[in-house]
């Protein structure tokens, strides 16, 4: 059974950090690449993050560019989305899934390889 669980949100005041940890069963993990996604309350879902496990690449969207990192630990079959200086507009609940899609500038880049799984998400709150 393939599973994506996703932890580490919570309530944490404007310029805190987390750690987000997205941990994968059931699927090859070194062969996919992961995406976290967020929606916030009202909008729709956007992707922000992505990491190729099949060559390292990382990839951010803009709104989180510079002050979030991704990373994976394929001992732990965990991703990871490190985020700092966090914002009342970063309050949302965030998915890692087993595809990317997320803008990069006007760019918009895309994993897909045929596995559509999805956490249920985990909730953050950024308080001003």
């Known amino acids: 059974e393939v599973q994506l669980v996703e932890s580490g949100g919570g309530l944490v005041q404007a310029g805190g950090s987390l750690r987000l940890s997205c941990e994968i069963s059931g699927f090859a993990f070194g062969d996919n690449a992961i995406g976290w996604f967020r929606q916030a309350p009202g909008k729709e879902r956007e992707g922000i993050s992505c990491?190729?496990?099949?060559?390292?690449?990382?990839y951010y969207t803009d709104s989180i560019l510079g002050r979030s990192t991704i990373s994976s630990d394929s001992a732990k079959n965990t991703v990871y989305l490190e985020m700092s200086s966090l914002r009342p507009e970063d309050t949302a609940v965030y998915y890692c899934?087993?595809?990317?899609?997320?803008?990069?500038?006007?760019?918009?880049?895309?994993?897909?390889?045929?596995?559509?799984?999805w956490g249920k998400g985990t909730l953050v709150t950024v308080s001003s």
């Open positions: 899934a087993s595809r990317c899609g997320l803008y990069s500038g006007d760019t918009y880049f895309s994993v897909f390889a045929g596995l559509d799984y």
């Open positions: 990491i190729d496990n099949r060559d390292n690449n990382t």
